[in-house]
């Protein structure tokens, strides 16, 4: 059973860093595009930062540009998602996800959400003082 879980979340200070991670069980990560997502109270979930299959090309929406990294650890089959210089415009529940469209999912990594596949739980993720 492909299962997806994210963990990492928490309440942290404007300013400060957070790291999630989003843990596979039943694949390998490493063969699949992964993407970062958040939904906000009132709004649309969104993709934040994808990363592609095998060779690991990244992308990020512009508000999270330059603050937070996306990264992947294929001996732990986890991908990470660096946050830091958080606002308390971060605040959200964050979902990573998974999918795997051959070729496609090298070259690229999408944030257009009805790609993905397989979807994990969220994490909560408060910024506020």
């Known amino acids: 059973q492909l299962q997806l879980v994210e963990s990492g979340g928490g309440l942290v200070q404007p300013g400060g860093s957070l790291r999630l991670s989003c843990a596979a069980s039943?694949?390998?990560?490493?063969?699949?595009?992964i993407g970062w997502f958040r939904q906000a109270p009132g709004k649309e979930r969104e993709g934040i930062s994808c990363?592609?299959?095998?060779?690991?090309?990244?992308n990020y929406t512009d508000s999270v540009k330059g603050r937070f990294t996306i990264s992947r650890d294929n001996a732990k089959n986890t991908v990470y998602l660096q946050m830091n210089s958080l606002k308390p415009e971060d605040t959200a529940i964050y979902y990573c996800a998974a999918y795997n469209r051959g070729m496609i999912s090298i070259k690229m990594c999408e944030l257009s959400q009805p790609v993905y596949a397989y979807w994990g739980q969220g994490t909560q993720v408060t910024v506020s003082s």
């Open positions: 990363i592609s299959s095998s060779i690991g090309l990244t």
């Open positions: 039943g694949f390998t990560l490493n063969n699949y595009a």
